[in-house]
């Protein structure tokens, strides 16, 4: 774990004009930046995101506070980059993700028909319920797949997923609840 001293040095240097103190912040914060990334965004856009969060970092290093925890300061960072990740593909996105194949629908039906736990332990074809949690996601608005991966994925606090968003505590249940809801409602259409 980094150390809370050396960051605060580094960070006053960086902010006394020493540009070059930011390098050995990056260096000690970047395998747990990467690892936060890494769970929020497709495989081939991590190393990008990462450097993203650092830029931001950097632009905000004014707004660190000295009784903040840089690491934790970080994190928000990292998990907001994520977020708006996912608001500027979706923006992009022209049509829907594409339709879940015959072996995913035929998984659908056969989790519907029977209850879902015990479904999941007698396949036990994680595979295919991933890619449709995957596919389910991605219906999903940018607030509302973050807010699930924290909580639900991740099994953060709704506290700590405030923290990490920015948001009310009230905003991450009412969001948690209404996500949860769209995605079986999906799910129940492609059902049909």
Not at 18 to 43: E, K, M, S, Y
Not at 64 to 77: K, T
Not at 162 to 175: D, E, F, M, T
Request: hydrophobic share 40%; proline share 1%.
């Amino acid at each position: 774990m980094a150390d809370a001293g050396a960051d605060r040095n580094d960070v006053d240097k960086v902010l006394a004009g020493d540009v070059n103190a930011f390098a050995d912040l990056l260096r000690r914060h970047q395998d747990h930046v990467t690892g936060i990334v890494r769970r929020h965004v497709p495989p081939d856009r991590v190393a990008e995101t990462a450097q993203d969060v650092f830029v931001r970092a950097y632009r905000s290093l004014s707004n660190f506070r000295e009784g903040d925890r840089f690491r934790q300061w970080l994190s928000a960072i990292a998990v907001r980059t994520c977020y708006d990740f996912w608001r500027r593909r979706y923006r992009r996105r022209e049509v829907a993700v594409s339709q879940l194949s015959e072996a995913h629908r035929a998984w659908l039906e056969r989790v519907h028909a029977t209850d879902a736990d015990e479904t999941w332990q007698t396949l036990g074809n994680r595979a295919e319920a991933r890619e449709v949690l995957d596919w389910t996601l991605a219906q999903l608005s940018a607030e509302d797949r973050m807010v699930i991966e924290l909580v639900h994925l991740e099994e953060r606090s709704v506290q700590e997923a405030a923290k990490l968003l920015g948001w009310s505590v009230a905003n991450v249940k009412v969001r948690a609840f209404r996500a949860r809801r769209k995605m079986h409602s999906l799910i129940e259409k492609r059902l049909s």
